[in-house]
């Protein structure tokens, strides 16, 4: 039997502020009588005025209709004092981030609403077991984190403190569904799901920019192009703004006593000191949107191609190859993942260097990045080892551009930039699950839905392979010298599995 709140209950959101209004609008399309306070006189009247501006919005597109518009609005009720939320069965403050300021709003609302109404909150970074800690029933706090504009995402963050009742937790996670969301279950943990999990999309990339790997352009090109992201994530951070992103990368660090795995980016903290925040104060990490394919000359025509068995997470370059005529022999010798193009091996990225791969082989090395789907990106990303000359490059070039592909050159950097980033990623998934943050289909799901990723990470290290990802974080750890990408155990346990079931 559902638990989910029914329309006729009264709702309280507190803090009219953008986050708040958008709550208020949830809760009020789903049939809910709303009352939105601000302590900031004027300020939930002004919230509504923004609701009512964005339903007639989506009236004209044909989103809703004339009398949803006027139904909604009708049960959202400005209220003028705290006490005026007595009524309430479930409070949800959003107000500042301040913990000190959170938790007297919330000793104040325990002595105000009924002792069966549940206190929620919106935060994205205190733990709830501190802040119902004082209370004197802290088993009716728990998080409803919502993403912004509430309206629009579906994602809701369901977090327990210590102290959360379990009825009270999915009472809120089945009200979450009855709203049109997709709510996931968490633990109080810092960043819970989303902000922990998301920190090696941004880091990575500012890591790449910083070590000189490639442009900024052709970093975010990457990502969408091969990886399939809405949003490059340099982009994003000028979307998000740089002292915001910076701020909650600090925080998580802070809160997991400094582990380098979360070691915010020095480039981001010095664009902060400088004011170039992104988009809000007009300084952008770049202006040109388009990747510039690798054009000095075409490629050279690749002869005798020679294809490994197994291509593991490349193997749609066979189709590839098959589709567009291009003559090629199979040899099951070869090690997975390597193609033979006259005296060149081109490689699948696997987090060593192309330098180092080609001093062990004794012969020239172009390695090429992860794609989500190589059928459908439109780039192909080539790192050279230093023993490449210009003409083992331009046949590299030439294989990819005879299978329809723009050919894109990066330095040589470790894991490349989609490969590194999905590895990074899977990795703190994998450390997330392990930790019973939350389930791994929770984790997946909060990623797809509270961040529009293409794929949830742990779902994404299985179609790579997680043999593959996990032999590509030990080469990282051992190229780069860096604990952040030693394997988690979860990969390694089901990595170990992986290798049992297929025996």
Not at 93 to 115: Q, R, Y
Not at 237 to 257: C, H, K, P, W
Not at 420 to 440: C, E, F, G, Q, Y
């Amino acid at each position: 039997m559902t638990m989910a709140l029914v329309p006729d209950t009264e709702i309280a959101v507190v803090g009219a502020g953008a986050m708040g209004a958008g709550i208020a609008h949830v809760a009020a399309a789903a049939g809910h009588t709303v009352l939105l306070f601000d302590q900031k006189e004027g300020a939930a009247i002004a919230g509504i005025a923004d609701i009512r501006k964005r339903l007639e919005r989506a009236v004209e597109k044909a989103r809703i209709s004339e009398v949803d518009k006027d139904q909604t609005l009708s049960r959202l009720v400005p209220a003028g004092t705290l006490a005026s939320l007595a009524s309430a069965d479930l409070v949800i403050e959003a107000i500042i981030e301040d913990l000190g300021i959170k938790k007297k709003l919330f000793a104040a609302l325990e002595d105000i609403v009924a002792d069966t109404a549940i206190l929620a909150t919106n935060t994205s970074s205190f733990s709830i077991t501190e802040l119902a800690a004082d209370l004197k029933n802290s088993g009716r706090v728990v998080g409803m984190h919502f993403f912004n504009p509430a309206p629009v995402m579906k994602l809701v963050e369901v977090v327990s403190g210590l102290q959360t009742s379990a009825k009270v937790t999915e009472t809120v996670f089945e009200t979450a569904i009855r709203w049109g969301k997709k709510p996931v279950n968490t633990k109080s943990t810092p960043g819970f799901i989303v902000n922990r999990v998301a920190r090696p999309y941004y880091y990575e990339a500012f890591r790449a920019l910083e070590e000189g790997a490639a442009p900024p352009q052709v970093i975010d090109c990457a990502l969408k192009s091969g990886g399939g992201f809405r949003m490059g994530p340099l982009e994003l951070t000028d979307l998000i703004g740089q002292d915001v992103n910076s701020a909650v990368s600090r925080s998580i660090f802070e809160a997991y006593s400094h582990q380098v795995r979360f070691a915010p980016s020095l480039l981001q903290e010095e664009l902060v000191a400088a004011g170039k925040l992104g988009r809000k104060t007009g300084h952008l990490i770049y202006s040109q949107d388009e990747c510039v394919p690798f054009a000095s000359e075409t490629g050279l025509e690749p002869s005798n191609i020679i294809v490994s068995a197994a291509l593991g997470a490349a193997e749609s370059l066979v189709t590839l190859l098959e589709l567009n005529d291009c003559a090629f022999t199979i040899d099951e010798s070869l090690q997975e993942g390597v193609i033979v193009c006259g005296e060149i091996f081109l490689a699948l990225t696997d987090g060593q260097t192309a330098t180092a791969r080609s001093a062990a082989l004794g012969r020239p090395v172009v390695l090429f990045d992860y794609a989500a789907d190589y059928s459908k990106s439109k780039h192909v990303f080539l790192a050279p080892a230093d023993q490449a000359s210009a003409e083992d490059i331009l046949m590299a070039v030439g294989f990819f551009q005879n299978l329809g592909k723009a050919a894109v050159l990066i330095d040589d950097h470790p894991g490349m930039l989609v490969m590194r980033t999905i590895a990074s990623l899977s990795n703190v998934a994998a450390d997330a699950a392990r930790d019973k943050v939350a389930s791994p289909s929770d984790i997946d799901t909060a990623m797809i839905y509270g961040v529009n990723y293409p794929d949830g990470p742990l779902e994404w290290a299985k179609r790579v392979g997680i043999k593959s990802i996990s032999q590509t974080l030990r080469n990282l750890a051992e190229t780069t010298g860096e604990a952040k990408y030693r394997p988690s155990s979860y990969l390694l346990r089901q990595a170990a599995r992986e290798m049992t079931l297929a025996n």
